[in-house]
C-alpha cells in the first residue's frame, strides 16, 4: 500500500492565484481530513469528511474548499491565496470504526507571497 | 471548547534518562487520545492511543502514556531516552461523537531533544 499519498510536495503561489492540494489513501479508509501547520500552533483542522459526498468545515476552513466524490481523493482548493495561508498542509485518513487512529500523509510546503 | 495543551514548548533530556512530555485535555465525555511523532520534513507518526481499559499504554519504540481522568491528563513517558527520540511530539483528542472520527484536536507541540 502506498498510505496517504499528496502532491505537489512544495508550491509558490502569488496572491490571488488558485490551486489544488491533492490527496489520496488507498487504505479504503472512509475518514479524511485536511490540517494546516503553523509554528508554535500545531495542527488545525480544516475540512474533514465522513466519507464520499459528505465534508464538514473544521476550525479554520475560511478560504479553503474540498469535495470528496470518491472514498480514495480529497482534493483541497485554495480559491485565491493569501500570505496567510502560507503553512505546511497535512491531509490524513483513518477508519471509521476500530482502531481510530489517523495515516498523515508527507505534506504540502505552500507559499504565498 | 474542546482543547488540547502540551505546557512545555521544549523538553531536554540527557541519552539514557527517563523522559515525559506532558499533555492535559479539556473534552465533554470520555475522550479517545493520541500522542503522534513529527520528524524533520516529514509527515506524523502515531506512537499510541488510549481509548478505553488500562490507563497505562504501550506504543512503538519503548513510549508509554498514562491516562488520568481526574488530573485529564495523558503524558508520555519512556525509561530511557535515546538520542534518535529527538523530535516534535503531539499529543490529540478525538471527540467521542457520532460521525466526528475524521476530527483530531491537538496540542501545540512539544520539542524533545535528546543529547548525548
Known amino acids: 500500500n502506498a498510505g496517504v499519498t499528496q502532491t505537489p510536495k512544495f508550491q509558490v503561489l502569488k496572491t490571488g492565484q488558485s490551486m489544488t492540494l491533492q490527496c489520496a489513501q488507498d487504505m479504503n479508509h472512509e475518514y479524511m481530513s485536511w490540517y494546516r501547520q503553523d509554528p508554535g500552533m500545531g495542527l488545525r483542522l480544516i475540512h474533514y469528511s465522513v466519507g464520499a459526498g459528505i465534508t464538514d468545515q473544521g476550525e479554520v476552513p475560511n478560504g479553503y474548499n474540498v469535495s470528496r466524490s470518491t472514498t480514495e481523493d480529497f482534493p483541497l482548493r485554495l480559491l485565491s491565496a493569501a500570505p496567510s495561508q502560507t503553512s505546511v498542509y497535512f491531509c490524513?485518513?483513518?477508519?471509521?470504526?476500530?482502531?481510530?487512529?489517523?495515516?498523515f500523509g508527507p505534506g504540502t510546503r505552500l507559499t504565498v507571497t | 471548547a474542546q482543547s488540547v495543551a502540551q505546557p512545555e514548548d521544549q523538553v531536554n533530556v540527557a541519552e539514557g534518562n527517563p523522559l515525559t512530555v506532558k499533555c492535559t485535555y479539556s473534552v465533554s465525555g470520555n475522550p479517545y487520545l493520541f500522542w503522534y511523532v513529527q520528524y524533520p520534513n516529514r509527515g506524523l507518526q502515531f506512537l499510541l492511543k488510549?481509548?478505553?481499559?488500562?490507563?497505562l499504554v504501550k506504543g512503538s519504540y519503548g513510549f508509554e502514556a498514562e491516562f488520568n481522568k481526574s488530573q485529564t491528563s495523558f503524558h508520555l513517558k519512556k525509561p530511557s531516552a535515546l538520542v534518535s527520540d529527538s523530535a516534535l511530539y503531539f499529543c490529540?483528542?478525538?471527540?467521542?461523537?457520532?460521525?466526528?472520527?475524521?476530527?483530531?484536536?491537538f496540542g501545540q507541540g512539544t520539542e524533545l531533544s535528546v543529547k548525548p
Open positions: 488510549y481509548i478505553t481499559g488500562d490507563n
Open positions: 490524513a485518513s483513518s477508519y471509521s470504526g476500530g482502531t481510530h487512529e489517523q495515516y
Open positions: 490529540a483528542v478525538r471527540p467521542h461523537v457520532y460521525n466526528q472520527g475524521g476530527k483530531l484536536i
